[in-house]
């Protein structure tokens, strides 16, 4: 399968892959697909005949730069024009949400941009012969097309945000932040937490918690549950179980260990952390992106197992306790090049199937660096993906979300990671976070959504992501979710 990609008419001899993956028709990732860019074609290579999409960061004119997919498409020896088939791609999502929402709104000039970007793309679909003049056509379309989806996203949820208000649909946690355990002790750090957030999440991590086989350090966590303690706060804690490197202790990592010996281990751990707090912590996140990061290479049966593990050694400890399993990157970008994964729909269903009593499913929603999973994308598909979890008779926590409020380096340039709109700001993460928080919060199943951390701090996941700056001081994302929080509780 190959493409060509045209910029203002004219077929580029450049063009830098980021983010860029092949899915099949169920949306889980190709894996060994290669993907090259040379003699100004993109040429994709797979390992089997069937229909594919190709999805990676595209610049789009006065927009910015997001991840964004094709359709699935046969293969062939013509190359494909890939502005159409992106641009073709995007209508065809809108096309479907609104039926899905059986959201048909009229607004004077709203539907216009629609229909223009339907005409445009029919235009570039007759010339396709004459490929210069079709990307042209197709740019046009999806200038309009994604300014019309995120419209789309944006006007869904605010309906069914005030509907969902107007009958107190929210609870007293449903905005919540993981805390950061080095500055509790910091009284205006706890004042402005306390400003927006009537639920906490204190972060677990067992190569901190047991450094040496059988020697637990409970410190941290004991201080900000003292620190908080006076509070009227609800507490959630987790993940209890992460097994990525950096959450597990070196002793086990060099141990060598079964996978039975790994189980009761971490089922030993689990127990001791859940008893000793089963009083004071509502919901745990009891194991967090084993769709992910699989660092001792469990088989399906295996992740099950140590799932059921986990999540009894809570229900031992508090049968009253929420018990949560957090999904890493719903779009699974990740399975295509990282073995020892699970594509998260499977994941999921392998949960649902599996019998183990949990009790709600954790998101989380990171974006801008130039990782799998965490590329910019539009609010039709950050709706769209968590529109996912509907049909499923459990709610959904979103447990962490992050965007920065400056343009960072390395990983976290927006030219790698992804452009929203315009460079990154105080005012675009403002803007940003008004908007998820409003979609994901208009969805009846979201629970709770949780930020990543309120202050700017050098080890989190995006950088510049903090609603203070590491002086504590407000940024305007800060006063935009104050702003929402009164808009739901003072009713």
Known sequence: MKFQIFENGRIVDKFALYGAYMFG????????????????????????????????????????????????????????????????????????????????????????????????????????????????????????????AEDLAIKQADSLFEARSKTHGFGRGCLDCRID?????????????????????????????????????????????EALAKEKLTFGAGPLLCFSKEYLPKWLLRSGASFEKIRDTAYQFA???????????????????????????????????????????????????????????????????????????????MLVQSGINFDAFGLQMKFGKNQPGMHVRDMLQISAVLDYFAPIAKP?????????????????????AGIWHQQWSQAKQAQWLKQFYKIALSKPFVDTVTYSNIIDTANSTIAYSGLLTNQLIPKKSFNTLKKLRNSIFTR
């Open 25 to 148: 028709t169920d949306g889980i990732g190709i894996r060994r697909a290669i993907l090259t860019f040379r003699n100004s074609l993109l040429e994709c290579e797979k390992s089997n005949l069937e229909t594919a999409g190709l999805a990676l960061l595209w610049p789009i004119d006065g927009f910015g730069k997001i991840l964004l997919p094709t359709t699935c498409l046969p293969e062939r020896l013509k190359p494909y024009n890939l502005n159409v088939e992106i641009a073709r791609a995007k209508l065809m999502q809108i096309i479907n949400k609104r039926e899905d929402w059986a959201f048909f709104e009229q607004s004077e000039g709203w539907e216009a941009v629609s229909k223009q970007a339907q005409i445009l793309l029919t235009h570039a679909i007759q010339n396709i012969k004459n490929p210069p003049l079709a990307s042209k056509l197709a740019d046009e379309s999806l200038k309009k097309a994604i300014v019309f």
């Open 181 to 225: 355990p080095a500055q509790v002790d910091n009284p205006e750090y706890v004042e402005k937490l306390l400003e927006l957030f009537g639920s906490v999440t204190i972060p677990i991590n067992w190569a901190q918690i047991e450094p040496h086989k059988d020697n637990y350090d409970f410190s941290t966590i004991d201080v900000c549950i």
């Open 271 to 349: 127990s001791k952390v859940a008893v000793r707090y089963s009083n004071i912590i509502r919901s745990w996140c009891i194991v967090s992106s084993l769709n992910v990061f699989n660092c001792f290479g469990f088989d399906f049966e295996q992740v099950l197992e140590m799932t059921r593990a986990a999540n009894m050694a809570v229900k031992a400890a508090s049968s009253r306790s929420l018990k949560i399993i957090e999904i890493n990157n719903p779009w699974g970008e990740y399975y295509a090049t990282t073995p020892n994964t699970i594509p998260p729909l499977v994941y999921i269903d």
């Open 396 to 416: 959904l926590y979103i447990t962490a979300v992050e965007v920065p409020s400056q343009n960072g380096d390395g990983l976290h340039k927006p030219e790698v």
